[in-house]
């Protein structure tokens, strides 16, 4: 099972490594090794979140989600991306960004550097709203009771979490987006801008993938009906056992790499301090991302959110201070050693507190059991 689901992971470890040995040289290696670990660190809880959205997909885009996914991270946001935040920062076409980042590494680095403050602000609101969105569902199984079930209460209201989001934002904006570390000036029109469109992101894909998931769920109902009514059963029913597909599918993917995209922003800027050559840049990070992927995958076919329910709730708190730390790197330095361990130590105290459940309740890893608000002592 190990084996066959980190296969390609350890294959385009080692291709890479040999890759990065043979045109850089020992130093080469060991920076595209670095960059791969830091990935991981920094993306753990995106596997997490990944494998949420990913277990309600079927087996054919669980594959897409593989493949054409892992080249939309590796090639789009981890070398693309940063070219194309340059040549729109400088004003240049593609090629001569490209030229740039070859040529004119110190130049490059500095206006990467200096869009930071977009790329935070979109990034940041899209994952708040991620974490709000969830903090204020019920939910049948609550970690730390004493803040979810207050906050699921407050989620009754409509749009809260679009008006705390549009807070957070006009705050920052109006507090850290002056005379900001990153290339200085006011960029407080900047700030607001993509962080209104990374709430329009949300809202849009979210909305529409959320849409078609209940239409497919309206669909599935009726197909019970049916055949509860004697019915001859629809044969490949989209039902739940089989997984979404179709434009729900489709809207989820798109909803999932928007996703990637914002866990990957505080990776790529943070892999300046380690190197501005962007081809080990996306051959260190891509590494990561692979590793990312496949634990996504093997937390998906292990049931590991099924066996360990308070995993998802660590992961969305890491979503929530990841998305804190971004809109306050619009003006702050924050180490990469803090945002990597606040998501790992909040995730670990999740499935600490998912074991002592389970052990409480006498079934390790099962929760097929009544659905009984339990909360931990976390």
């Keep these: 099972m190990l084996l066959k689901t980190f296969g390609w992971s350890f294959a385009i470890t080692v291709v890479g490594l040999v890759v990065a040995g043979v045109l850089w040289g020992w130093q080469g290696l060991a920076i595209v090794g670095i960059l791969s670990i830091l990935e991981i660190s920094l993306s753990f809880d995106n596997a997490v979140i990944n494998a949420g959205i990913l277990r309600k997909m079927n087996a054919f885009w669980q594959k897409i989600f593989l493949t054409v996914g892992i080249l939309i991270a590796v090639f789009g946001m981890r070398l693309v991306f940063p070219v194309v935040i340059v040549a729109i920062t400088a004003k240049l076409g593609p090629i001569e960004a ?3 980042a070859i040529n004119d590494k110190a130049h490059y680095q500095e206006l990467v550097t200096s ?3 977009a790329i935070a602000a979109f990034g940041g609101i899209f994952l708040l709203m991620i974490f709000l969105d969830f903090i204020f569902e019920e939910r049948d199984y609550k970690w ?15 749009m809260l979490s679009v008006i705390i989001a549009l807070v957070a934002l006009l705050v920052s904006a109006m507090t850290l987006a002056t005379d900001v570390a990153h290339g200085g000036g006011d960029k407080t029109a900047t700030v ?3 962080g209104v469109a990374g ?12 849409y078609f998931e209940g239409k497919l769920d309206e669909d599935d109902e009726d197909e019970e009906g049916e055949d509860a009514a004697g019915a001859a059963p629809v044969a490949n029913g989209a039902g739940s056992a089989v997984g979404l597909a179709g434009k729900a599918a489709f809207f989820m993917f798109l909803y999932l ?3 990637d995209a914002s866990f990957s922003f505080d990776g790529v800027i943070s892999s300046f301090a380690i190197t501005n050559d962007i081809f080990m840049m996306a051959l260190g990070l891509g590494i990561g991302a692979m590793y990312i992927r496949s634990l996504t995958v093997f937390l998906v076919r292990k049931g590991t959110l099924d066996d360990y329910v308070y995993l998802e709730h660590g992961a969305h708190y890491a979503i929530g201070a990841l998305a804190v730390i971004l809109l306050i790197t619009i003006r702050y330095e924050v180490s990469e050693v803090v945002t990597g361990l606040i998501g790992v130590v909040l995730i670990g105290l999740s499935f600490a507190s998912s074991v002592v459940r389970n052990r409480r309740e006498g079934k390790p890893g099962d929760t097929s059991g009544t659905k009984a608000e339990v909360t931990s002592g976390v």
């Design 98 to 100: 490209v030229k740039l």
């Design 115 to 117: 869009a930071h403050p």
């Design 144 to 158: 730390l009771a004493w803040i979810e079930k207050p906050m699921a209460k407050m989620g009754k209201l409509d």
């Design 192 to 194: 607001l801008l993509s």
């Design 199 to 210: 709430l329009i992101t949300y809202l849009v894909v979210g909305g529409i993938s959320g």
């Design 257 to 259: 790499e928007v996703i």
